[in-house]
């Protein structure tokens, strides 16, 4: 069996021992129908037990209907499932001190901190990627370890940080000023980190921008918070607004409420201009504040919708999962349109760290008869 992986240039087919897949919804009905099939040929009690089980809801599909699935996005989302453990591991390991290695049995028990199925071992995960991970013997005791070529691409992404830091810097700044009072615990963005496109250490560096934030604790229960220290009008444009400039028409149609009509109304474009503009409402800046609007109407749902909007745009891939838009739920007053991806898939705008991730993904699919020639490529790089 395959599984499908994105890597730096190309898309690779590798054999992966994955568990057999659920049925789908298509072979579920077969099934069903074959069983249904049988009924008469089987004793009463038999049948009577067979029909329960086709009538119970247990059997009855749980995906989302074909239609409305993205296969493009899809792969993303298994393509952050075969690299969970590549990209735990390294933070893991890089944080630790040089040489950046932990004891086989103890990694073993650090299923969640470094991405590994539980009940797995953790060095079947490691030998998959041996350009990045070794298994090395000190004083018998074999141990998970960084490779040296892996602490060379940790350099390379450090750099990358640091360059891109005044642009994180300004992404936080504007996250702030999305919440309600102007405040996220520091908890909450360092869990979000790798969302974002923040360092490990970012929560150590804002202490080098006192004009931009400020760190507080919570009197009640000792948190501490990331507060906004001054509020910038020049940053309170949403991504929506400044598409507004360039193409009204466009972000109309993405908060489009149409009104049927029949097809042979005679309207020209003109008309059917005024009638999308009639049935638009206007676009409401998720930095306006949230609390002065009146619960469940149209004018807060579309506050809402734009601040969800607001925040995949500040991320590093323009994507998130459902759970790090619910660790703001709070700070955004909250009670998926991908139009950063083409139609198949692939992220129109890359982030440098974006095409560092997908350029360490590739060193992951590699085998040991590849990472030869690769040493020898870079080796003139790292000298």
Sequence with gaps: MARRLFCATRTLLLPAP???????????????????????LLPCKRRKKLLRKLNSPRVAPIEPEAARRV??????????????????????????PPPHRIPLAEAGKLYRELGFPRGRKVSRSATRHPLLFHLPVVDSVPHLALTPFMCS??????????????????????LLMLTAHRRVPLAKLHHCRAVLGLPDDFRDRVQD???????????????????????????AVSALERDFVVDERRVRRTFRFAVPHRRLMPLDAEDADRLD???????????????LLKPWTPEAE????????????LTLEKRAMIHHIVEFKEEFGLTRHMDAY??????????PLVLFNEKLQHYACMSKIDSRETMIDTAGLTE
Excluded: C
């Design 209 to 235: 921008f006192p004009d931009d934030f400020r760190v507080v604790v919570d009197p009640r229960d000792g948190r501490h918070f990331l507060e906004l220290a001054r509020w910038d009008p020049a940053l």
């Design 277 to 291: 503009m009639a049935t638009t409402f206007p676009l409401v800046s998720p930095y306006t504040n949230g609390a």
């Design 342 to 351: 083409d139609e198949n898939g692939v992220l129109k705008e890359k982030d």
């Design 71 to 96: 296969p493009a996005l899809d792969a993303v989302l298994d393509r952050d499932t075969a690299f969970r453990f590549l990209h735990r591991a390294r933070s893991f390991l890089a944080s630790l």
């Design 153 to 174: 691409l940790l350099e390379e992404e450090r750099r990358i940080h640091d360059d891109l830091l005044p642009s994180r810097v300004l992404a936080v700044r504007k």
């Design 302 to 313: 579309k506050y809402r919708v734009g601040v969800v909007h607001e925040f995949l745009n």
């Design 18 to 40: 994955a568990p057999v897949p659920a049925p789908t919804s298509a072979s579920s009905a077969a099934a069903a129908e074959a069983s249904a099939s049988l009924l008469p």
